[in-house]
């Protein structure tokens, strides 16, 4: 009998990854925040994937924290801000040899959470996969994408990367997970804040190429000062190439704003404006970007953080 993945998040990812596993006929198992949230979840007929407009559900089981079952393997699907202290609800649950999935935006959060779990195996995960939610249990899967994951400690790949596979979850090891995680930083750094203050699509910011090839000399001058060349280079054309591919999509970060939605900047832009002051490095187009966008969520009655 295969390994139970416990799923915990039930937002876009966690929902797209829950519903390949148990199309595969892979054990999963949801956990929701609270008794009300499950009850809430129960009331329906499970998760629902929707792909290339066709909709298929599965009748995944549900759960909360404080179930009793314990938790070898745990994907950790929530956002950035809740991931520390939803892992904290779930320490004991978790076996000796528990491994954890971290697929959350940004730098920072893998950190915190590994290390409040020192027994525990964290894999730290970058995906360029595309979902959204389409009302509770519902996920919509709107660009295939590619999954990196690898352990900064261990780099032996564990042997559920074959559930990967049967899942149709296309992945790779990687023995550079951190190199992969500073690279995206830097996309989302140059992109999703702009599109933010100028309340555009991803493709608007063609107007803005000024703008945007600054940011992309300070954040490689950024990833060159904390060791990470490889995530450095070519980003300009990087950014302009995922500028054009997703042109007429709205950024994560948009959207949280226009939801009135708590946003990750600490994990994005905040990271690297922290990880640029260790370092006493001046990036002022950087600074100035993240203090517009603070000033932006405060207006709008947004947490700064």
Request: glycine fraction near 6%; aromatic fraction near 6%; charged fraction near 15%.
């Amino acid at each position: 009998m295969s390994t139970t993945w416990h799923v915990l998040g039930a937002g876009s990812l966690g929902t797209l990854w829950a519903t390949r596993l148990a199309r595969a006929g892979l054990p999963v198992r949801l956990i929701l925040r609270d008794h009300d949230r499950l009850a809430s979840y129960q009331a329906g007929p499970g998760l629902t994937l929707v792909e290339q407009g066709q909709a298929h559900t599965y009748p995944v089981t549900g759960e909360t924290p404080d179930t009793p079952e314990p938790i070898h393997r745990l994907l950790v699907a929530c956002k950035a801000y809740d991931a520390q202290a939803a892992v904290a609800q779930l320490t004991h649950r978790l076996s000796p040899d528990a491994e954890l999935v971290l697929l959350q935006n940004g730098l920072g959060s893998q950190d915190a959470v590994a290390a409040q779990l020192p027994l525990a195996r964290c894999i730290f995960a970058s995906s360029t996969e595309g979902a959204f939610r389409e009302g509770d249990w519902r996920v919509v899967f709107a660009g295939h994408g590619f999954t990196w994951l690898g352990d900064t400690s261990q780099p032996t790949p564990p042997l559920w990367l074959d559930d990967l596979h049967a899942a149709g979850i296309p992945h790779d090891w990687s023995t550079e997970i951190l190199t992969r995680l500073w690279r995206k930083l830097a996309l989302n750094c140059a992109i999703n804040p702009l599109t933010v203050l100028h309340q555009c699509r991803n493709g608007d910011l063609q107007t803005h190429h000024c703008e945007v090839a600054t940011l992309c000399l300070e954040l490689a001058e950024l990833l060159e000062c904390c060791g990470q060349p490889a995530a450095a280079q070519d980003l300009q054309s990087e950014v302009e190439r995922v500028i054009q591919a997703t042109a007429a999509n709205y950024s994560s970060m948009y959207q949280d704003v226009a939801n009135a939605r708590r946003t990750e900047i600490s994990y994005l832009l905040g990271y690297a404006c922290q990880a640029a002051a260790r370092h006493q490095l001046s990036l002022p187009h950087l600074q100035q970007l993240q203090a517009r966008l603070v000033n932006h969520l405060i207006a709008r009655g947004l947490p700064r953080d």
